[in-house]
């Protein structure tokens, strides 16, 4: 997991661009987070139709956040999936993915899904 290289990269800039992306580590980060509770979010919601309305559909540490922050978040978002996914009885199906059109599935699906960007 990302989270056990914290004593090794959170002191580096992270401002450059990660890799061959057109955004910087930081984003990439933040956008991680998001990529990993919006899983979550969806399964623990239970809809089949679309998504979960809980005012915003982005679930991000922010811009503003330093590599310790995100670290941590990707931590916590991580957690909070597994949690989730551990809970949930086996019969349980919410929405998976919107587009291109919407689709819906198990809670055994919800921990690739979370890895995905």
């Known amino acids: 997991m990302a989270v056990a290289g914290r004593p090794a990269g959170s002191d580096r800039d992270w401002s450059v661009n990660a890799g061959t992306l057109e955004w910087s580590c930081t984003r990439t980060a933040d956008h991680a987070v998001d ?3 919006a899983p979550a979010l969806f ?3 239970r809809k089949l139709d679309g998504d979960p309305k809980l005012g915003g559909s982005d679930f991000t540490v ?3 956040a330093t590599p310790p922050d995100l670290i941590e ?3 916590t978002a991580t957690r909070t999936l597994l949690a989730v ?3 949930a009885e086996p019969s349980a199906r919410a929405v998976i993915r919107r587009r291109p059109q919407v689709q819906v599935a198990g809670p055994q ?3 690739p899904r979370g890895g995905l960007s």
């Open 85 to 87: 996914i551990e809970a």
């Open 73 to 75: 978040g990707l931590a």
């Open 62 to 64: 922010g811009a503003d």
């Open 35 to 37: 990529t990993v509770l």
């Open 109 to 111: 699906d919800f921990a």
């Open 43 to 45: 399964l623990a919601s």
